[in-house]
């Protein structure tokens, strides 16, 4: 019977395409969301929500180097319907486990191709793939979302004009109306507020192919590079475009790091059947909604590691930010042991598992990671470290680690090191992200952990392999030693875990010590001051997803303030749950999250000072001890001022909380056992 019916389906799929013309409906298990996928002509797909277009007919398809067009002229063929129901587990995800449910449609193309469509309650996703045998060569790939003029949208545009593929994917958001932003290409994630809804266009599963950027496409700016890209003109559009595929690769005379020098005339390559990457349309009413969307990791491929349980996350003593400035010690501060050992010390005090020996442990000029400067002794500096029951992790170039990557994980792995910060990849073709997938594996064999820096947005790949605990692919807090104060880093901070955070991780690096004003701020590169106040800072810790975190500022100065310190260094990096309980983008966010029976909650606001009422309703029965982390009286002229109370809550109270221009707070609701009371 099961048969029978499935036959029923794919007749009916193909007269539908065939004959009628007029799209497939593919909608959601709440029968909300509707995606509709055409083939007059060209392939394309629109997008509803209760009967309101979000994103116009839109042509996409894959132009491959031997003229073929797949998803033009009405070559698409039978269909099989599949419903999605899967428990996912998420190891150092903002929650240990979720549900995922979908109705999806699997299209077969003639040329051996096909086409999947998923739709979530959540949002919609598609991914093309492939069943031929020989080699395929991608030319481009096509892909016209059409949103339409008059939305507001947010973009992250690349900083290197004259090569936007090739930059670190640090930027601020470009906000304003779709029809008005710069054609310049932007990196995902990107964010449309479609009136009913907002939609963020992310990608997930990217693996042997290159990583999208969109660039808006105006009436009047619409000119074809290939047949699929004229279809649809007249109207703001974001059009996909790729890094080509690298010919040739040379090295900057620093850091012995690789970039493209000259590049091929297709975007990507491969043998044999495969399956492309998601296109992810995540689809949101509310701005709670948008933070913990769990699209991306539910569609990336799942866990090719096997046992996860070596992986430890934890807070990190970091050196680099802060410029290894250390206070009233007895010897020069700067890249060697003494310094090492201080940062080790003060990590075991404060029950933080690792320090990252950041660049400058190896001669990065030289690019030779197989050994330290004659200042540091590693195996040494190891032993010390254990003795106090902290771990080190090295930093390292990617390319540097990939070329040497067998002997170096071996080596290091033998010697106690647990695992590698990996910077300055700032690229994302095809070559890129099959090396970040190589190092990955490689690493994960011998039990080392990954922090990816100098990266582009997560696509899921630390559900493929959760030893990848971070990623950067953010503006973080390293850009507050240089940047300008019109980068408005307040407002920046809540606005990119709206966007950016619905990928993944972030490598935020929080933590500042030195604190401005909007009037006082400024960049100072040896001694970094951080843009808003000092509870801003505690408040980075429940907000963003990141189970290896830094405290990016110099040791001395958090031992000045050792309750400030203990109380940061004690919140968790792994959760249990994680809710948006207010919010609005670009303004302020408020997030709760759960570990065990306790609940930490926190709120970050814009320049604006802001009072908003907690409704403690997610607390469970019993009273809660409460440790409040708010801004100071006088924190709107003084930025560090900070203020720390103790009080007893439970379900249900309220909480009235000022937060400072720049300010946040934290909170943190400890359960009390039946002997508390006593």
Known sequence: MKRFIGIIICFLIFFNINILS????????????????????????????????????????????????IGMNGNVGFGVTTVIDEQIDAPFYRQGKFQAKANQLDLRIKGSFGIIIRVYDEGVAYRFYTTKKGETIIKDECAEYNFGDHHTA?????????????MAFQNIYTEGLLGSIPDTPAFLPVTVDCGSAKVTLLESDLRSYPGMFVKTMHEGNCTALNPIS?????????????????KKMEYYRWRGMSYVAETEDFIAKSKGKRDYPWRVFAITEHDTDMP?????????????????????????????????????????????????????????????GYIVLDEGWYDSNKGDIMQSIPDIDLPELIAYGKKRGVDIVLWTVFNVLDEHLEEACAKYSGMGIKGFKVDFLDRNDQTAVEMAERIAATCAKYHLFLDYHGYFAPTGMSRTYPNILNYEGVFGMEEVRWCEAEKDMPRYQVTFPF????????????????????????????????????????????????????????????????????????IPNIWDETRILQSEIGKYIVTARRKGNDWYVAG???????????????????????????????????????????????????????????????????????????
């Open 22 to 69: 007029r799209g497939i409906n593919v909608s959601s298990p709440n029968g909300r969301i509707v995606a509709v996928i055409d083939d007059d002509g060209q392939l394309s797909l629109s997008i509803s929500l209760d009967g309101k277009m979000l994103m116009q007919p839109s042509p996409i398809g894959l132009l491959l180097t031997d003229g073929t067009n």
């Open 154 to 166: 947010w973009l992250a545009l690349s900083t290197n004009k004259d090569k936007p593929f090739a």
């Open 230 to 246: 004229s279809y649809l003109c007249g109207q703001s559009k974001l059009k996909a475009v790729f890094a080509p595929y690298p």
């Open 292 to 352: 913990t969307n769990n699209l991306v990791y539910a569609l990336a491929t799942p866990n090719q590691i096997g046992n996860t349980s070596w992986i430890k996350p934890g807070k990190v003593a970091w050196d680099w930010w802060n410029d290894w400035n250390l206070q009233g010690v007895d010897f020069v501060a700067g890249i060697n042991m003494p310094t090492y050992k201080y940062y080790i010390d003060f990590a075991a005090k404060n029950g933080l």
């Open 499 to 570: 966007i950016r955070m619905m990928a993944g991780n972030v490598d935020f690096t929080p933590g500042a010590m030195r604190n401005g004003t909007r009037h006082d701020w400024k960049a100072i590169y040896t001694k970094p001051v951080s843009m808003g106040t000092r509870a801003n800072q505690a408040a980075c810790y429940v907000i963003h997803d990141s189970p290896f975190t830094m405290l990016c500022d110099s040791p001395t100065n958090y031992e000045k303030e050792p309750e400030y310190t203990k109380f940061i260094a004690t």
């Open 604 to 678: 970050q606001t814009n320049w604006d000072a802001r009072e908003l009422t907690l409704t403690l309703d997610f607390l469970g029965e019993g009273a809660f001890a409460t440790t409040i982390l708010t801004d100071g009286i006088n924190a709107n002229h003084d930025a560090e001022d900070y203020h720390l109370d103790r009080e007893v809550h439970g379900h249900g109270d309220e909480l009235t909380i000022k937060m400072a221009s720049g300010g946040g707070f934290v909170i943190k609701f400890g359960k009390l056992s039946i002997v508390d009371h006593l």
